[in-house]
């Protein structure tokens, strides 16, 4: 089964940030669909930002134990594109082209290259499509 849809940090922040409501809810349902379905996926750099903000910046911080448990539960069955350098070469062609930033245009890569169709962020312009991959925001009616 084909991998088609991207999911980049803010999505997988929301399903633990229980301040966020509606957020939260359509968060968390995104994020079992993805485990379930095996149809969505995340990058090295998704699993650090996640890891990073969860542990240290978040209003709730996850403690190591809750972060390892997520970490094995949801974020490593998620991750399937790891760093090498085509990859970085195609964020700073992505970046010089679309005008993202590094960071953005390193999801963007990665999308790319796990052969995603979609990619669900609220950080990018939504309903723009870049070489076949169309980014959405999720939360737009919450």
């Known amino acids: 089964m084909a991998v088609l849809t991207f999911l980049d940090s803010n999505v997988l922040l929301y399903q633990l940030d229980a301040n966020e409501g509606r957020k939260q809810v359509l968060a968390g349902e995104i994020v079992?669909?993805?485990?379930g379905?095996?149809?969505?996926?995340i990058s090295f750099q998704v699993v650090q930002e996640v890891l990073n903000i969860a542990t240290r910046?978040?209003?709730?911080?996850l403690d190591e134990d809750d972060a390892a448990i997520y970490l094995s539960n949801v974020l490593a069955p998620l991750m399937?594109?790891?760093p090498d350098?085509?990859?970085?070469g195609r964020a700073l062609s992505t970046q010089k082209?679309?005008?993202?930033?590094?960071?953005?245009s390193l999801i963007i890569a990665a999308a790319?290259?796990?052969?995603c169709k979609r990619l669900l962020t609220e950080d990018m312009q939504h309903?723009?499509?870049?070489?076949?991959?169309?980014?959405e925001n999720p939360f737009l009616a919450a």
Request: hydrophobic share 40%.
């Open 80 to 82: 399937r594109v790891l």
């Open 112 to 115: 790319l290259q796990a052969g």
């Open 37 to 41: 379905g095996s149809r969505a996926c």
């Open 97 to 104: 082209r679309w005008r993202y930033s590094f960071y953005d």
């Open 57 to 61: 910046k978040a209003k709730r911080l």
């Open 32 to 35: 079992r669909e993805a485990i």
């Open 127 to 135: 309903g723009q499509v870049i070489e076949g991959l169309r980014i």
């Open 85 to 88: 350098s085509a990859l970085y």
